[in-house]
């Protein structure tokens, strides 16, 4: 199926999805928007704290449109789920290991264009290609200096969040979530591999990328058609609870960084451009509600995000939080409409 078929096919599921709709009897007159790029949708809490198959539905880092239209939605505890795109119900789940069976972190998500799914895991970090019954066909190289230490300079638990493909397929990219050692705080490197004529993906360009403010990680990237990528920032603090940010950004002219050891006092370095979309906090809450204190109780700990969509020259985006199988958290999906120049 080609992808904007099936990114039809998701976007008029999600449409239709009453427990999408969050919104009470007063939403006719309700203001919708987060800002002037960004609208909230609806929200739907219909997963939380349930089982499918005996594996707990929650802790989902990662979201991806399937071949056949439906969503994989990825659990950073080693299993992936098939959910409706319609209703969001799980229809099946497959567990995942690493070579030794052993479980992973994983965090980062793309189905390939063969329908064989792409997946990180923070835990060294890796990227391997999984077969859809997660048997693994292949792994990818990793640049020395992204492993963790000690074999490199990364921090366990602060690699690659994010995962998408680019160029038509041709590029695949990872973000790691938070700088590694001898670069300035709040620089993140973002990693990409060509596509080889075997189907195999061989290193490439990588780029820099500034976060905010250095307590903020980068969870999720999502390529669009033109080349540029929705980068979702997302950070924590005790007692106020989540900041989520949303923005547009453009690796297109950012300097190759592949080459510099060390990415502070650089003089030269163009980084990757970025422009604000929304603060999640900006956005109507919808009746949601927090249990644990939130900006706005809309908010969780957002660290998914998929582009299911494309009309009026806006995209149709739908994230998910992970809610780290914690009763003070909620497994929450949001679906925004987002409008980009």
Known sequence: MRLRTVLATVTAGLAAATCLSAAGPADATTNHACSTSVSLD???????????????VGN???LAVDKDGSLAALADRSYLFDLDARTLAPKSVV???????AALDSEGLVVDRDGTRLITSETEPSIRRYSVDGKILDRLPVPSSLLVSPAGRATSNQTFEGLTLLNGGRTL???MEYAIAGDTAGIVRFQT??????????????YAYRTDDPILGVPEVQALPDGRLLVLERGFTSGVGNTVRLFLADPRHAT???GIENLTGQQGVRLIRKTLLTDVASCP????????????PLLDNIEGMVVTGHDKGGYKVLLVSDDNQNAAQTTRFYRLSVRVR
């Open 42 to 56: 609806g929200f739907s809490d219909a997963l939380d704290k349930t089982t499918f198959g005996g594996y707990f």
């Open 60 to 62: 989902l880092s990662a």
């Open 95 to 101: 567990g995942l290991a690493d070579e030794k069976g």
């Open 173 to 175: 990219l990872a973000s």
């Open 193 to 206: 591999w060509q596509r080889t004529k075997d189907n195999h993906f061989r290193l490439s360009a990588q």
């Open 256 to 258: 190759d960084t592949s």
């Open 285 to 296: 809450s919808l009746g949601a509600t927090a249990k644990q204190p939130q900006p706005n």
